[in-house]
DNA sequence: AGGAATTTGTGCGTATGTATC
DNA sequence: AGATACATACGCACAAATTCC
């Protein structure tokens, strides 16, 4: 009899080796065995386990090649929506773009956002971004709920984004932003350049799964004099 | 006998699908009939259905719900590089957005700009926007002075980028938004709500056609207060 | 309120096609 | 050419969500 409360099977399964490679017991080129194979050996039919692989591709995390084998694509680079939106520099030159995180809480989720996600907690993660060193923006991003348990600091000491593919399995397929200006938060966490109360650069963001469910939403407080908000369209 | 060339009937249906959609006959919010029904008026199986609806749903095109039905999603306006950047009202809301031209001129181009275009002279045309019927922007564009020998007012009175396309075959394929604060300009065709020298938003544009010749610079200065600038990303 | 009917979601099995090795 | 492996397509049974009466 199955549990009522589980998953479906695809689901599981994804998720199962979506964490295998998380914690790199599957590696980045890394041939899966064939599906009749796993499909035996994880005791549920081929049609489910290439749903769940199918889902795997679409994550960016499976390269399927037909009549050769299903390869492990463990790339941590920029995929996604995330690498057309950007922080840079005013004033001409690169600079490298760094993120801090401040804090990281489970809380009530905030009044004014727009619904996101079916929990009525969210995890705030909020941040300071730097671009070339220099303190630039305040970031707080707000992340439903029942997307993950606890989020520990230190599990977003690398990137975000990977962070939501690799540990929750989530990609970011769509994103809408606003932007205006606003008023400097006043935050116990952060030296800004501004100060708190002075009106910058504000960006809000709804980011969307890829079935189409709103599951993020953030807001940027940015210093117009030190950092331009960049959105590239192809 | 299957004719090798042709793509697979799950490939075949979502792109008929598709055409119906875009060619009105599908409209949004429009239920689709039970997949059972579909399937057997399109001599395929359900399971081969459900992967070209599966298809249009994430292409956003399709909301599909258990127990209720398969429903249209098209948002006509969400179609084209400039469908993903746009002004809408700051309170919610939609309102008609419309623009006015104030001036066209020729003229050498504006130093701070970044390159575009082989000419030395570029086609300056200031729009007044507005979003239901309120005044919310400024906005000037810069085209570089070999796409047109010149341009009237009235040659824009439909939409600037139709008659980009229909009279210069001119299709804008890229654009980079940077996005930042500035002192509302002062000039002198127009009426806008902030004083001159306000600090208000400020979007900077370049426009690339396809084949990669950035063709198109352009400033826009808008009232936060009322208008918030929206970029989408897919 | 509640149960029946409807409709999509999940899961399995099988046969055949096509690309790769 | 043959074997291997993924892709497509079909059909069926049951579960879950919604709608209708």
């Known amino acids: 009899m199955p549990d009522p409360n ?3 099977i695809y689901q599981r399964t994804a998720e199962r080796l979506i964490r295998e490679i998380a914690a790199g017991r599957l590696l980045d080129g890394e041939r899966l065995p064939p599906e009749r194979d796993m499909a035996v050996s994880l005791g549920i039919s081929v049609g489910t386990l290439r749903k769940s692989l199918a889902d795997l591709q679409s994550r960016g995390l499976l390269e399927r090649r037909q009549g050769s084998g299903n390869y492990i694509r463990h790339q941590p680079e920029a995929s996604g929506v995330y ?7 005013a004033k001409g030159g690169g600079g490298l773009p760094t993120a801090e995180v401040l804090s990281v809480a489970r809380l009530e989720k905030p009044r004014p956002a727009p619904g996101f996600g079916p ?16 303190p ?10 029942a997307r993950a348990e ?3 600091p230190r599990d977003l000491s690398e ?7 690799d540990r929750l399995g989530l990609v970011i397929s769509r994103v809408e932003d606003r932007l205006g200006t606003a008023p400097v938060p006043d935050w116990t966490e952060a030296p800004f350049g501004p100060t708190a109360g002075q009106t910058v650069g504000y960006v809000e963001r ?5 079935e189409g469910r709103a599951v993020e939403f953030s807001r940027t407080w940015f210093d117009p ?3 331009r908000y960049v959105a590239r369209m192809r």
Chains 1, 2 share one sequence.
């Open 6 to 8: 589980a998953l479906p």
């Open 83 to 89: 690498a057309f939106f950007r922080l840079e520099l």
């Open 119 to 134: 929990s009525p907690e969210a995890h705030r993660i909020r941040r300071l971004r730097a671009v070339g060193g220099v």
């Open 136 to 145: 630039a923006a305040l970031e707080e991003i707000w992340l439903d709920g």
């Open 150 to 152: 606890r989020i520990a």
């Open 159 to 165: 990137s975000l984004y990977l962070f939501y593919r």
């Open 206 to 210: 709804t980011g969307w799964d890829q």
């Open 225 to 227: 004099d030190r950092v």
